[in-house]
């Protein structure tokens, strides 16, 4: 008997991920596709004209996330969401998200052409603004879906221009005239998000296929340290208010106090700005960003609450300030949908291994509301977040047959 699965086609999901990477491609092969731009605007359009072809009807919401549904003989019933993410970070591959997107997408497209009837519908979902690298925090369209923060709480906050997020989802949302907007907060059955691993297990133990067990813990934090600007040649060093002494001093602290011989804890300071910025002008201001992860709630919590004292231990000249932007406690994904995965990889043939997720997904928002579960697929050398990631199309190709295996089974 013929299964969705059999409907999938490898090459058009191939081509669909290359013709989505042409959206804010960059000169290294990479993708440059900030949230709620205009490149964005133009690869949901993409979307969205796919979906026509297909015959998906889309939906978008007070935060600009976007729904393409392929309706079920009961339009009652909470949708089973399938999907991810296409905003990318400033120097992004072509794949984080973007995979489960069109895998997502794919599946719907099988669905279509096999005939077979769906009890409910399934919808597509691209979340809005998962990376948070122009609006943090990030994974705000699903937070906001899962009623997890407010609408205006996301929509005031503001990117490194001073846009709000509600002025670039209100762009948005008018170039989805024609798209019907629902309410945000809805029921879903379940959720399954298709990603590449973003690390090294599964390309160095040779297996194509991961089901993730959960995601590791994460918070985020603001640091600003103010001085005063002051002339380089005339301003004696003992009475200046330095910002950038102070802020890689705090840096240097903070580094030494959450080390750890083990090398679990995740500590990145990705974003540091320094202002004037003028090669003959004490700075005055620093702004860092610190994103700090662990799979263990307490660790993360121990370490985590050793930012504030230590950073404001280094006020003096300099006045120094803190902010938690985000603390997401560790998680395991749903025993019914692990198992689920995992016997449909086993049925399709495809060798498969559990696996923790060290990156953020929006598959944690979801998890507070319905079963959620993850599939992994190999990328490159585990490179990611870098213009160099890359991935198999046969990887490509067997995460959507074990995804659409699993849509089948939940909802065929
Ligand atoms: C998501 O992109 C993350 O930073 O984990
Ligand atoms: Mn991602
Ligand atoms: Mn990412």
Redesign the pocket.
């Known amino acids: 008997m013929a299964t969705v699965s059999d409907f999938i086609d490898g090459e058009r999901l191939w081509q669909r991920l290359m013709q989505l990477a042409r959206f804010g491609e960059t000169a290294e092969g990479g993708v440059d596709r900030p949230a709620l731009s205009e490149t964005e605007i133009a690869a949901r359009a993409q979307l969205v004209a796919w979906a026509d072809e297909i015959g998906l009807d889309p939906y978008t919401d007070s935060l600009a996330n976007l729904f393409l549904r392929l309706e079920g003989e009961d339009s009652n019933l909470p949708p089973l969401l399938i999907g991810s993410h296409i905003d990318s970070?400033p120097t992004g591959g072509r794949f984080?998200?973007v995979y489960g997107v069109l895998a997502a997408l794919e599946v719907a497209e099988a669905f279509k052409s096999s005939g077979i009837a769906l009890k409910r519908a399934i919808e597509v979902v691209a979340w809005t603004n998962?990376?948070?690298s122009r609006f943090a925090p990030?994974?705000m369209g699903s937070a906001g879906y899962a009623g997890l923060r407010s609408v205006e709480t996301i929509h005031a906050l503001r990117d490194g221009a001073g846009t709000t997020a509600g002025e670039a989802i209100e762009r948005v949302l008018a170039h989805d005239r024609n798209i019907p907007q629902r309410s945000l907060k809805r029921s879903a059955f379940g959720y399954i998000e298709a990603h590449i691993e973003?690390g090294p297990i599964l390309e160095n133990l040779g297996i194509p296929l991961g089901i993730v067990t959960g995601i590791q813990g994460?918070r985020t934090f603001r640091v600003t340290v103010e001085g005063e600007e002051n002339h380089a040649g005339t301003s004696p060093r003992s009475v200046r208010k330095d910002a950038l002494v102070t802020a890689i001093a705090i840096i240097d602290a903070l580094q030494k106090a959450v080390w750890d011989r083990e090398d679990v804890v995740r500590f990145t300071i990705g974003h540091f700005a320094v202002s004037p910025n003028a090669p003959s002008v004490v700075p005055a201001r620093v702004e860092f960003s610190i994103?700090l992860?662990h799979p263990d709630a307490d660790t993360l919590i121990r370490l985590g609450d050793l930012v504030a004292p230590i950073a404001k231990g280094h006020t003096g000249p300099c006045a120094v300030e803190v902010t938690q932007l985000l603390h997401d406690a560790p998680l395991v994904f749903a025993e019914e949908m692990r198992d689920l995965l995992a016997r449909v990889a086993s049925a399709s043939n495809f060798p498969a291994i559990e696996i923790a997720?060290?990156?953020?997904?929006d598959a944690r928002h979801l998890h507070a509301i319905c079963p959620t579960g993850m599939l992994f697929i190999p990328c490159w050398k585990g490179v990611?977040?870098h213009p160099s990631e890359r991935i198999e199309s046969d990887h490509a190709l067997a995460g959507a047959k074990v995804l659409a295996q699993a849509v089948e089974r939940l909802v065929g």
């Not at 997720?357 to 997904?361: I, L, P």
């Open positions: 970070q984080d998200g998962e990376e948070g990030g994974m973003q994460k994103d992860r997720s060290g990156a953020g997904h990611s977040h």
